[in-house]
């Protein structure tokens, strides 16, 4: 079974930044996608970030392009969200997910993905 960890969440100052961890046991998941959703209270949950297994190939969601980047360290199986210039719109819970059979692509469909973590909370203040 996989577990995913994430760490790195907090109370930020609109215009700040912050650096989401997700630290994966169980497997070594360096083929496979990992993706960041969010979630606000009351909201559904939504894609921000993927990257493929192989080349990783980056996806982002409109609304964070250009202020997070999504990278990883498959030595560490450890996949990351650098947050920047964080707006109070980005307040949410910061879910990982690993999608473990997909190695060449990326996907934004959360019943794509196998795995998730318990999440981070993200809190950005005005």
């Known amino acids: 079974q996989v577990q995913l960890v994430e760490s790195g969440g907090g109370l930020v100052q609109a215009g700040g930044s912050l650096r989401l961890s997700c630290a994966a046991s169980?497997?070594?998941?360096?083929?496979?996608?990992m993706g960041w959703f969010r979630q606000a209270p009351g909201k559904e949950r939504e894609f921000v970030a993927a990257?493929?297994?192989?080349?990783?190939?980056?996806k982002y969601t409109d609304s964070v392009k250009e202020r997070f980047t999504i990278s990883r360290d498959n030595v560490k199986n450890t996949v990351y969200l650098q947050m920047n210039s964080l707006k109070p719109e980005d307040t949410a819970v910061y879910y990982c997910?690993?999608?473990?059979?997909?190695?060449?692509?990326?996907?934004?469909?959360?019943?794509?993905?196998?795995?998730w973590g318990q999440g981070t909370q993200v809190t950005v203040s005005s």
């Open positions: 169980g497997r070594t998941l360096s083929t496979s996608g």
């Open positions: 997910a690993a999608d473990v059979n997909r190695k060449f692509t990326v996907t934004t469909t959360t019943a794509e993905y196998d795995y």
């Open positions: 990257i493929s297994g192989t080349e990783r190939t980056t």
